[in-house]
């Protein structure tokens, strides 16, 4: 179907036409309106399949446009239409925009094509559908919102005033504005040696990049807390698979969510890869990579969640959890070697304020740093916790899990914790350090290292 229900006045497409900006040093023309039609010149770039038909745009991918508006223009046209559920699907190429964009759809899924894997202060090849974020994309650079339907389903009750955010993105790449301090935005690549040597930074911000960095640091996806008035509003599905995160303060921002399923994604060079302010019932997080962060995953409340199977380098803080219970961390393998960044020397692997019947097992955890964990890698100072630290834990399992340190102090600690079990691990450190303590009020725990005297008898080797 061809663009024809955007109305826009020809004041306003003349001041389109001359609006432009200074954006990377660089001046970046708005793209117009009146553009996005689909014309012999002007292919279908972006393809929406709804419950009212197909849908066709002409959204600049060239990245010498800003498109922020006409983004906008295509959401706010989906997003009117009664009832609507879409699939909204990107050809290759970059997308550039310089102010945020709002998604109100209770049902909406963004795909791009072609691989996205990109590195930018690597080989710094363009690949696979990008949105490229400016300096004035922020803090929330793409936030979706909660909308609702006009009767019930399956009941057909009318009115029906709950709302609802269902939200899948795949494919997708998302590259901030030098929120690490390198200026990839002029050309960096570590292959060629420029300098400085990202591997040497600290992923947390200076503090002369941000005036307020809650206030101004990139959130590239945004899932804001559930409005109140009638009826229910609820953050109910996010599923992310297959994206990829770099040059922002936080990847993934969440206020609450219903369930979440968060797969073979890739965050790199980033301040906080997911974070989860408030509740968060069936999280699956899997198969992602993190590299060069401060924190991959910081979670205020999961529950019967399952965090497994992902891969972690260059990294601070692999996990922060305030409050979780019933739930797994299990399968990660993390690998901290000598060349690490600055940030892998001032961080642990998890640090748990609460739990009940959490099950911390089968992990391989490689540390080769006598790492003194910070809050913030700015920090000048540790801040006393260990490598690896529960408090306030019941019902703790942590098993079977190789923890490979030179850390020259307590490897894993139990504080104020009950009835939990540390059996069966393979723990490392260096002289002066020792494996698992208990501290504060501390009791119950059965504590079972590994020690080879007490190994049954191999049996004779046959062939």
């Known amino acids: 179907m061809p663009f024809n229900r955007l109305k826009t006045s020809l004041l306003t497409i003349f001041f389109l036409s001359i609006l432009s900006w200074n954006v990377d040093a660089k001046t970046v023309a708005k793209q117009k309106l009146s553009t996005l039609a689909v014309t012999n010149e002007n292919i279908a770039t972006v393809t929406a399949l709804t419950n009212h038909g197909k849908f066709t745009y002409h959204l600049d991918n060239t990245g010498n446009l800003e498109v922020s508006a006409a983004l906008q223009a295509i959401f706010d046209e989906l997003g009117a239409l009664k009832d609507v559920s879409a699939t909204i699907a990107f050809l290759p190429g970059v997308y550039f925009l310089d102010a945020p964009v709002v998604v109100k759809m209770a049902s909406v899924k963004l795909i791009g094509h072609a691989h996205g894997g990109i590195d930018i202060h690597g080989a710094n090849i363009e690949s696979g559908t990008i949105f490229r974020l400016g300096k004035n994309t922020g803090p929330n650079c793409i936030t979706f919102d909660y909308a609702g339907r006009s009767k019930a389903f399956p009941s057909g009750e009318t009115p029906w005033p709950n709302k609802n955010l269902k939200v899948e993105l795949e494919n997708l790449s998302f590259v901030g504005f030098n929120n690490t301090g390198v200026n990839t935005a002029d050309g960096y690549s570590r292959f060629r040696n420029d300098e400085p040597n990202f591997r040497g930074l600290h992923w947390y911000p200076a503090k002369d990049r941000y005036q307020d960095v809650e206030a101004e640091g990139q959130r590239a996806i945004v899932l804001p807390k559930a409005p109140k008035g009638d009826g229910v509003a609820k953050c109910e599905l996010l599923r992310v698979t297959g994206c990829y995160f770099t040059e922002l303060y936080v990847a993934i921002d969440i206020a609450d969510c219903d369930v979440s399923y968060i797969n073979k994604n890739w965050f790199g060079q980033l301040t906080y890869g997911i974070r989860l302010h408030g509740n968060g019932q069936g999280m699956m997080a899997s198969d992602n990579l993190f590299a060069d962060l401060e924190t991959a995953f910081k979670l205020h409340k999961p529950m019967f969640s399952t965090f497994h199977n992902n891969t972690f380098a260059y990294i601070s803080k692999c996990f922060e959890i305030d409050d979780i219970t019933s739930s797994t961390i299990t399968g990660n393998a993390v690998y901290n070697w000598k060349i690490s960044t600055g940030a892998a020397a001032y961080g642990s692997f998890c ?54 340190t030179l850390i020259s102090q307590t490897v894993v600690r139990l504080h104020n914790s009950s009835n939990c079990v540390i059996v069966d691990n393979i723990i490392t450190f260096a002289e002066g350090g020792n494996a698992v303590a208990e501290t504060g009020d501390s009791k119950d725990n059965l504590y079972r290292p590994i020690d080879p005297k007490n190994t049954a008898p191999f049996d004779k080797f046959k062939y």
């Open 351 to 404: 640090h748990v304020k609460n739990s009940m019947n959490l099950n911390v097992s089968g992990n391989s955890i490689a540390q080769y740093l006598d790492s003194r964990k910070r809050s913030k890698t700015t920090d000048s100072e540790p801040n006393g916790q260990s490598f690896i630290q529960f408090d306030n834990a019941k019902q703790l399992m942590f098993s079977n899990n190789i923890v490979h």
